[in-house]
């Protein structure tokens, strides 16, 4: 076993404490069992519960009957003036959405629709969205909040958290990027730069920001409180509910307190933003899925990716539309859900070690940044 | 490039540290023993320059115009797709690149990226602005195994 093995399943191991486990009902679908069968033929070990072989499918448990919502996230919008490269994705992840036959009961959208929370890029992407005409959920990021604190995007997209009852399954969006720590007013900033450091990914002023907060565990609590232990939950945030990697807020700080509150609950699966990415973890009994971004992927962070996740491909940085994309999420009648990563490209996963975003950074060593650091002790958390 | 104060200050001391260590002949400063203050004031230079680097490879606005550079017309920088400098790999060029077509330096593919996804303007090899982004690249990536031309 090379070293990233090992720390992958170190990794599992810490973070998934003995005898949690989602729901038993795993459902494998024809496609992922073939795919399983194939990789076993091929001679790689997949035997453990810590390597779920996916092809663009991740399958979850869930008692209700079909229907299909899709997600869209980080857009990343730029006034069109300064560049049209992520409106064409966005244009296009939208139109297939709205294509979608039969069509998805819902579109949830991430977070992050903006760059730099212009209300230019906030505007244009509501015009953009406009285009699908089923129902919208909406969740906000940091990315859309940080120039006038959520005030225009509040305007144009509503107010989280929210919750809501559909086909037996109950929908919960949460915002987990509202409550970063001040960092701006002992430093006198403008809402620009204050927006500047938000949206650099590996800044360090801004630091491991990322919050449910307390009002919103609280609000949590509430909102699951006469739901049945046994009844599917579905959380939607742009932050992973989960500590992947805090110095890109792969994460959020209260992860532990959400996953208190969750404990009861057998079937609880969480889909969010912020990392650009295939991913998938169990942690607890919830299960967490990574979606794509329209605009441009992150790279997986320098400690690898939990032993359950797959590796997405490498990708070609000439092709915008390469490494992007969104998710169709099918709920089936076999109490299984279908995530399908629409990356526009035929492969999305890959095992060989120098196709796949995991294998290729075997020998990566990484730095924190050092030019912005204004804070003393920076660079405790890495 | 114009040094900032801090930078000409450490090139002053370490040129002042090699003139007193060089004996009759200056040039042959590196033949006399490295006292602590010259490796600091090196060390010093050197991140004087990872700095500049780090600031051009996330876009900062007033170290490209002081330098008079442009990476980037679409908004984007190099730290949006590449978060403390991930993949980029600078310790495997050279190497092939396919979107190239050549075997590629880690300065060519630099301004491979410039001219690409960032839509900027490609930089001169040798320039100042080119030598700070590969500090600055390969000190965020130290430690990591050197394997040149790695696919």
């Given at each position: 076993?090379?070293?990233?093995?090992?720390?992958?399943?170190?990794?599992?191991?810490?973070?998934?404490?003995?005898?949690?486990?989602?729901?038993?009902?795993?459902?494998?679908?024809?496609?992922?069992?073939?795919?399983?069968?194939?990789?076993?033929?091929?001679?790689?070990?997949?035997?453990?519960?810590?390597?779920?072989?996916?092809?663009?499918?991740?399958?979850?448990?869930?008692?209700?009957?079909?229907?299909?919502?899709?997600?869209?996230?980080?857009?990343?919008l730029y006034p069109?003036?300064v560049?049209?490269?992520?409106?064409?994705?966005?244009?296009?992840?939208?139109?297939?959405?709205?294509?979608?036959?039969?069509?998805?009961?819902?579109?949830?959208?991430?977070?992050?629709i903006g760059q730099l929370g212009d209300p230019v890029e906030l505007e244009l992407g509501?015009?953009?969205?406009?285009?699908?005409?089923?129902?919208?959920?909406?969740?906000?990021?940091?990315h859309d909040?940080?120039l006038d604190?959520?005030?225009a995007w509040?305007?144009?997209?509503?107010?989280?958290?929210?919750?809501?009852?559909?086909?037996?399954?109950?929908?919960?969006?949460?915002?987990?990027?509202?409550?970063?720590?001040?960092?701006?007013?002992?430093?006198?900033?403008?809402p620009k730069?204050?927006m500047?450091?938000?949206a650099?990914?590996?800044?360090?002023?801004?630091?491991?920001?990322?919050?449910?907060?307390?009002?919103?565990?609280?609000?949590?609590?509430?909102?699951?409180?006469?739901?049945?232990?046994?009844?599917?939950?579905?959380?939607?945030?742009?932050?992973?509910?989960?500590?992947?990697?805090?110095?890109?807020?792969?994460?959020?700080?209260?992860?532990?307190?959400?996953?208190?509150?969750?404990?009861?609950?057998?079937?609880?699966?969480?889909?969010?933003?912020?990392?650009?990415?295939?991913?998938?973890?169990?942690?607890?009994?919830?299960?967490?899925?990574?979606?794509?971004?329209?605009?441009?992927?992150?790279?997986?962070?320098?400690?690898?990716?939990?032993?359950?996740?797959?590796?997405?491909?490498?990708?070609?940085?000439?092709?915008?539309?390469?490494?992007?994309?969104?998710?169709?999420?099918?709920?089936?009648?076999?109490?299984?859900?279908?995530?399908?990563?629409?990356?526009?490209?035929?492969?999305?996963?890959?095992?060989?070690?120098?196709?796949?975003?995991?294998?290729?950074?075997?020998?990566?060593?990484?730095?924190?940044?050092?030019?912005?650091?204004?804070?003393?002790?920076?660079?405790?958390?890495? | 490039?114009?040094?900032?104060?801090?930078?000409?200050?450490?090139?002053?001391?370490?040129?002042?540290?090699?003139?007193?260590?060089?004996?009759?002949?200056?040039?042959?400063?590196?033949?006399?023993?490295?006292?602590?203050?010259?490796?600091?004031?090196?060390?010093?230079?050197?991140?004087?320059?990872?700095?500049?680097?780090?600031?051009?490879?996330?876009?900062?606005?007033?170290?490209?115009?002081?330098?008079?550079?442009?990476?980037?017309?679409?908004g984007?920088?190099?730290?949006?797709?590449?978060?403390?400098?991930?993949?980029?790999?600078?310790?495997?060029?050279?190497?092939?690149?396919?979107?190239?077509?050549?075997?590629?330096?880690?300065?060519?593919?630099?301004?491979?990226?410039?001219?690409?996804?960032?839509?900027?303007?490609?930089?001169?090899?040798?320039?100042?602005?080119?030598?700070?982004?590969?500090?600055?690249?390969?000190?965020?990536?130290?430690?990591?195994?050197?394997?040149?031309?790695?696919?």
């Open positions: 076993m090379d070293d990233r093995s090992q720390t992958r399943r170190e990794m599992h191991q810490v973070l998934n404490g003995d005898g949690e486990r989602p729901a038993p009902s795993l459902g494998i679908t024809r496609r992922t069992f073939l795919h399983r069968s194939l990789l076993a033929g091929a001679g790689l070990g997949i035997g453990t519960h810590g390597w779920f072989p996916l092809i663009n499918t991740v399958d979850l448990a869930f008692g209700a009957s079909e229907f299909k919502f899709a997600w869209i996230s980080d857009t990343h069109k003036s560049n049209t490269r992520f409106v064409d994705t966005a244009v296009r992840a939208v139109k297939e959405v709205q294509a979608m036959s039969p069509p998805a009961d819902f579109l949830i959208v991430g977070g992050d509501a015009e953009i969205l406009k285009e699908v005409t089923i129902k919208k959920l909406y969740i906000p990021g940091e909040w940080y604190m959520g005030v509040e305007k144009l997209y509503g107010h989280s958290p929210w919750a809501m009852d559909h086909k037996g399954v109950r929908f919960i969006g949460l915002d987990t990027v509202s409550r970063a720590p001040d960092f701006w007013t002992i430093k006198k900033m403008t730069e204050r500047g450091h938000m650099v990914l590996d800044g360090s002023v801004a630091g491991a920001w990322a919050g449910v907060g307390r009002d919103q565990l609280a609000w949590l609590d509430r909102a699951l409180a006469d739901w049945p232990k046994d009844k599917p939950v579905v959380l939607f945030s742009h932050n992973p509910l989960w500590e992947y990697y805090a110095p890109w807020n792969f994460w959020v700080r209260d992860w532990r307190e959400v996953h208190e509150i969750l404990k009861p609950f057998s079937n609880v699966t969480n889909v969010h933003g912020h990392v650009h990415q295939v991913l998938y973890n169990e942690i607890g009994k919830m299960r967490s899925i990574g979606m794509l971004a329209t605009s441009w992927p992150w790279p997986y962070p320098p400690q690898g990716v939990p032993a359950l996740s797959p590796c997405q491909t490498r990708v070609d940085p000439g092709d915008p539309y390469d490494g992007v994309g969104w998710s169709r999420l099918t709920m089936t009648t076999k109490n299984a859900v279908d995530n399908e990563y629409v990356m526009w490209r035929k492969d999305v996963i890959g095992e060989a070690p120098w196709d796949s975003g995991c294998g290729d950074n075997n020998n990566q060593i990484l730095s924190p940044r050092l030019a912005d650091q204004i804070w003393p002790h920076y660079g405790a958390y890495k | 490039m114009r040094m900032t104060r801090r930078a000409a200050l450490a090139v002053a001391i370490v040129g002042l540290l090699v003139m007193l260590g060089a004996g009759p002949n200056g040039a042959l400063a590196h033949r006399e023993k490295h006292t602590p203050a010259q490796l600091k004031a090196f060390e010093e230079l050197f991140l004087e320059q990872v700095k500049i680097g780090d600031l051009l490879f996330h876009g900062d606005e007033a170290t490209q115009k002081r330098m008079g550079v442009t990476l980037s017309k679409s984007m920088s190099c730290a949006m797709c590449h978060p403390f400098v991930a993949d980029v790999h600078p310790y495997e060029f050279p190497k092939f690149q396919e979107q190239m077509n050549q075997v590629a330096t880690l300065r060519d593919i630099v301004n491979w990226c410039i001219e690409k996804p960032n839509d900027g303007v490609k930089l001169d090899l040798d320039s100042d602005a080119m030598r700070a982004l590969e500090a600055y690249m390969l000190w965020s990536t130290r430690g990591s195994k050197v394997d040149p031309g790695r696919h």
